[in-house]
C-alpha cells in the first residue's frame, strides 16, 4: 500500500511540474517535492501503526492434554485412531481390569465378614452383660459372709481367721466383677466406634472398596474434551504407568486461541472489542474476522525469579535488544466455523476506535500481505 501511495503522488508531481507544468520544475521545487512526501508518508505511517497496528507475528494455539492413565497395568484395546476426530467421552483406551476386578472382589468378601463381626458385637455385648451380673452374685455373698462372720468374731463366735478367709473372697470376687465390666466396656466401646453410621472396621473396608472401584473405573481412559490423539504409538499389550512423566499421548482440543504479538508502543489506543483482521499463511487470500478479547499486560522482564541474590538488569537489556511485545488475544466470528491449523502463522491488524479514515490504508495492506501468501519462496 506504501508503494501505492508512493507512486500515486510520484504521478501527481510528474503531471504537475512535468506534463502540464502547472509549476517550475526547479532546485527549490524538486526539494520540496521530496521533502513534503518524506514528512506526509513518515505521518502516515506513523499514525496508522497506533491508529490500526499490525503484526505479522500472529498464532493459532490449541489445548493439549497429556493423557497419563491414573492406574498402572497392561493395554489391551486401542479403539481409536490418530489424527482422527474423537467426541468427548469417547474411549481412548482399556488397560487389563482383571486385577482390578479381582480385587473389588475381595473387598466385597471382606465387607461381608466385617457387618458379620459388626452384628457379633452385639451378641458379645450381651454376654458380657451376662458375665457381669454372674460375677457380682458370688461377690454379693462373700460380702454377706465377710459381715457375718466380723460379727461373730465380735461376739466370740468364731475366729479372726474366718474374717480375713472372708475378705481375701471378696477381693477376690471384686476383681472378678471389674474385669468383667472392662470386657463389657470394650464391646461397648467397639459398638460405638462408628463412622457415617457404620461400625468403624466396616467403614474402612467401604472406604477400601470404594477405591478399588474407582481404581477399575479408571482402567477406561475416555476423551476430556472434542479433539484429537497425536502420537499415538501405545498399542495393545504396551504397558501403562501411572507415573506424570510417562504419558501414554497427547491429546489436542478443538478448542483453539489466536494470539497475535504487538510492539509495546502499538497498543495504546487498541481496547476490547476493536476489529481485528487476520490473514494466515495456511489460508492464503482469506482475511478472518474477529474482535479484541483482551491484552495480556505481562512480559518475561516483568518477572524477576525467586533466588537468595539481589535483582539484576537482565541480560537480553543489557545489549540493547527490544523490548518483548504484549500479546493480544482474539475472538475469531464464527470460530465454529473455522478449520484453522495448530500451529498456523500470519498477520494481523486491529482497527482502533481513532482516525478511522486511515483505516482503509492498512486494510488494503492486510489484503495485499494475504494474496502474497499465495507465493511460495522456495527453489527446491
Known sequence: ???????????????????LKLLPWNIKSQVGVVAFGAFALAVLVFTINVT???????????????????????????PVEGNRLIKKGDVLLRIDPEPFELQVRQLEAQLVGGKANAQELERDLQLAQNNTA??????????????????????????????????????????AVLAAKQAEEK??????????????????????????????????????ADGYAINLQVRPGSYAAALPLRPVMSFVETKQQVIAFFDQNQLTKVQAGNEVEVSL?????????????????????????????????????????????????????????????????????????????????RKVIVRVTSKINYLVFKLE
Request: with cysteine.
Open 1 to 19: 500500500m506504501l508503494e501505492l501511495i508512493v507512486c500515486t503522488y510520484a504521478l501527481v508531481v510528474w503531471l504537475v511540474f512535468i506534463k
Open 52 to 78: 490500526a497496528p499490525s503484526t505479522g507475528d500472529v498464532r493459532v494455539t490449541n489445548y493439549v492434554v497429556e493423557i497419563v492413565p491414573r492406574v498402572t497395568g497392561r493395554v489391551i484395546e486401542v
Open 134 to 175: 454372674a460375677a457380682q452374685a458370688p461377690l454379693q455373698l462373700a460380702r454377706t459372709r465377710l459381715q457375718q462372720s466380723i460379727e461373730l468374731a465380735t461376739k466370740g463366735a468364731g475366729t479372726q481367721y474366718d474374717v480375713e478367709s472372708f475378705r481375701a473372697e471378696v477381693k477376690r470376687h471384686e476383681a
Open 187 to 224: 464391646v461397648r466401646l467397639q459398638i460405638g466406634a462408628t463412622y457415617g453410621g457404620d461400625n468403624s472396621a466396616v467403614a474402612a473396608i467401604k472406604a477400601q472398596l470404594d477405591t478399588a472401584r474407582w481404581n477399575l473405573a479408571q482402567t477406561v481412559i475416555r476423551a476430556p
Open 281 to 361: 499463511k495456511s489460508k492464503p487470500g482469506q482475511i478472518l474476522k474477529g474482535r479484541v478479547n483482551s491484552i495480556i499486560w505481562a512480559t518475561a522482564q516483568g518477572q524477576f525469579n525467586a533466588s537468595g541474590t539481589l535483582p539484576t538488569t537482565a541480560a537480553e537489556m543489557e545489549h540493547g535488544a527490544p523490548p518483548l511485545q504484549y500479546a493480544v488475544k482474539i475472538d475469531m466470528d464464527h470460530p465454529e466455523k473455522l478449520s484453522l491449523a495448530m500451529g498456523a502463522r500470519g498477520d494481523a491488524a486491529i482497527y482502533t476506535e481513532h482516525l478511522t479514515a486511515l483505516h482503509m490504508v
